[in-house]
């Protein structure tokens, strides 16, 4: 079954290179280290006996990070290696590390590449994060003797059912894992289902849940929020198209009952932002663009955050927040971030990917699922009106996290059980 699934890869290849040149239409950087995607150039022994965490884009990059913080702190000297798919991911990978890792693009799914890539790193343990499932990468890595961990895994009923569908594919390649640390015990009963042993699964939480809110990041979101005064305040944050329509004409619903109100925009994809920023404009809806440092001043209905690596301080500018990519069925985003800043979180109802953490946010009282631009408008109009309901659920949202906190440290002690000795560097 992997000789098939591998040999559908080789035929597309044509496809994926062409998907790089049509994606660099607006985002250049795909059309560039392409040879990392193949895993050529790299020299043999680059490093010696490494430590591989792979994420995907920047939501997983900024998830992971506080573990790869953890590990490059009880880990000095194992080189670490880290990758990523996207352009922005290995933006925001060498933003937030520099040269204390490695970062490269995570070689697509062919066995040569693999063998390219492992000749070079030479890993001794893989971190997948979250649901990078690969069945070549898991059987390259364990071929060469590499420990394998799934650390933060999820597994939607969407995703279950997805791999079931292909048990001789999927079972071989859950079997190579060492260790699978996931969220939650309906995520374990999917991947048992799915052909993993149960000992060697493992509740961990989500490390999602450890995020801090550091000085820095405190004082940056309160200065940004200084100018605004006392207008309402709300940002609609990782949007996608045909989410971005929805968001300003509630925007626009909200502005005739509340006709200072200010919305942060915050699309998903940096290749977006010029649409977006259109978008506002035909709209008919005062703009300013974070990257041209435009001034916000009364006439500015919409402050378009055309910036990377700066979600985080924003949700802390905002008196709501609107998690997107639930509006449209992609399933959603994090919602822990305006939640760790005490925020009432507003999201759709396309959720797959966070049920269990949407599901703890409605428990307490701290979320509004809302299905349409006129119930998100009235939504946050009633919010912004009961500042008394606002801090309830701000408090509640903030509560959630601080009580699931402790699996970043769970997650690096899993770490440590199959950390390579230094014998075996």
Request: with cysteine; charged share 25%.
């Amino acid at each position: 079954m992997r000789s098939l699934y591998t040999l559908l890869w080789y035929f597309s290849l044509p496809l994926l290179f062409l998907r790089l040149w049509w994606r660099g239409r607006r985002a250049p950087a795909y059309r560039q280290r392409w040879r990392e995607r193949l895993a050529l150039g790299y020299r043999r022994g680059t490093l010696n006996g490494s430590v591989w965490v792979h994420a995907v884009s920047v939501g997983e990059t900024l998830a992971a990070a506080p573990l790869i913080e953890g590990l490059l702190a009880a880990h000095p000297d194992t080189p670490l290696v880290v990758t990523t798919t996207t352009p922005t991911g290995s933006e925001r990978v060498r933003a937030l590390f520099g040269e204390r890792v490695t970062h490269v693009y995570c070689p697509w799914e062919l066995p040569g590449a693999y063998r390219r890539f492992l000749d070079a790193f030479d890993p001794r343990l893989v971190v997948i994060l979250e649901t990078e499932l690969w069945p070549n990468l898991c059987a390259a890595a364990k071929a060469r003797g590499a420990k394998l961990l799934l650390m933060n895994g999820r597994l939607s009923e969407k995703s279950y059912r997805g791999y079931a569908r292909l048990p001789r594919l999927v079972r071989p390649m859950l079997a190579r894992f060492d260790t699978l640390a996931v969220q939650t015990e309906a995520e374990a009963r999917r991947f048992e289902a799915l052909g993993a042993s149960r000992s060697r699964l493992v509740v961990n939480g989500s490390v999602k849940f450890d995020l801090t809110l550091d000085d820095a990041v405190r004082e940056r979101a309160a200065a940004l929020r200084v100018p605004w005064g006392e207008r309402p305040v709300w940002i609609a944050a990782s949007t996608h198209p045909g989410e971005d329509e929805i968001v300003l004409a509630s925007h626009r619903r909200l502005r005739a009952t509340h006709p200072d109100a200010l919305l942060i925009l915050v699309p998903r994809h940096p290749e977006r932002f010029d649409d977006v920023a259109a978008l506002v404009r035909r709209a008919g809806l005062g703009l300013a663009r974070r990257s041209r440092q435009e001034a916000v001043d009364d006439g500015v209905a919409v402050y378009l955050a055309d910036t990377m690596g700066e979600l985080l301080m924003l949700f802390g500018a905002a008196d709501l927040a609107f998690v997107g990519g639930s509006l449209v069925p992609v399933g959603g985003h994090n919602l822990l971030e305006p939640a760790a800043w005490g925020k009432p979180v507003l999201t759709g109802p396309h959720l797959h990917n966070f049920t269990a953490i949407a599901a703890l946010l409605d428990e307490a009282g701290a979320l509004s699922v809302v299905s349409g631009e006129e119930q998100l408008a009235a939504t946050l109009a009633a919010l912004h009106d009961d500042a008394g309901e606002r801090r309830r659920r701000g408090e509640a949202a903030a509560g959630v996290v601080a009580a699931n906190r402790g699996a970043l440290q769970r997650g690096l002690n899993i770490c440590a059980s199959l950390w390579p000795s230094r014998s075996g560097l």
